[in-house]
């Protein structure tokens, strides 16, 4: 690994994570991550914001090394999480006299992971400007991106935005700059839909926040910093505006079959409508792909057999990770089967208590679906139809 200079005396001295293919034991990542920490020097001082994931904490030091900084003064610890501040007590061992500039929420949380002291700290209030050296910090408090503590900060001179998980990817690369193309806008979508999507009215105020300000560069704590941070803001525009596009989704499990063959016809009558429609098979789904598609769609359709009265287990997760994931969806509804009775309408409709829908009619079926069982997925699709009319 290598200290990268991303402008004048400001050094990537973050590790890239190749290998990891699970984040919070939850979260599938397909193309790895990264841990951006940033090196800024003033003289033989410097300051770093945010720092990396302990598993990489030879990298990072390493990478300090490099840009022959002999002593950090400050972090400035932007989130909580470990991933970007869980090598600060390293920093303030190696570095003795350091302090942790971050907000009150924050470094409550910091002394309780880090089992660090009050006079660890500098503590900061919103829209204050701190100096060091020859450059201004400006911080930006910006709840729940995707934590309650989380803020970001502004290099007035650079017109640098460093803003933690805010704008990440997950996605190790060796190139330090976003490229502009849909293989990085998917993985920075991937992103919005896993980690900031349940915030996203708190986004959107934080967005209109950020119009105040002229912003060259953004430099996020995952995935590659922004050279022309138009596109990314452009797209975060879309993804927590309050539209919605001509799309369903249809997570689905078949036990038998007869759950399936309700999937696949009413597929067909979308398609028919010329409705955007994608099944989701819970066996095979990674919950990243269902995740992004919840961002744009307008309706999702949860179909499941019956488990012992229920939905089926992996329906349940799946419908809990809609409810939590607080997708801008308009419109929900269930269709499944039973073999001598169900609940699950029931069961689902208590998990889906934060989706702000309107509810489509459900239409279970007894075993195998008959004549008068498509005509009600007729009448489903031709309602989907109406809905999304309206939403056009
Ligand atoms: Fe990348 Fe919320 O930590």
Redesign the pocket.
Known sequence: MTAREVVKDIYWVGAIDWDRRLFDELIPLPDGTSYNSYLVKHQDEALLVDTVDPAKKEEFFQNIKETKSKNIKYIIAH?A?Q??AGCIKDVLQNFPGCQVITNNKCKNLLIDELHLEEKNFFEIQDGEIFQFGNRKYQFIFAPWV??PETFLTYLPEEQMLFTC?FF?SHLATSTLWAPDDAFFLRATKRYYAE?MMPFRQNIQNHLKKLKDISIKIIAP??GPIYQDPETILRAYHEWVSDEVKNEVIIPYISMHGSTQKMVSYLVEQLMKRNIKVTPYHLINTDIGELAMALVDAATVILASPTVLTGPHPQMVYAAYLCNVLKPKVKYAGIIGSFGWGSMMEEGLLKILTNLKVELLPTVMIKSYPREEDFIKLDQLAEQILINHQKIK
């Open positions: 989130h999480e991933d970007h995707h934590w998980d990440g980690i704590s995952h």
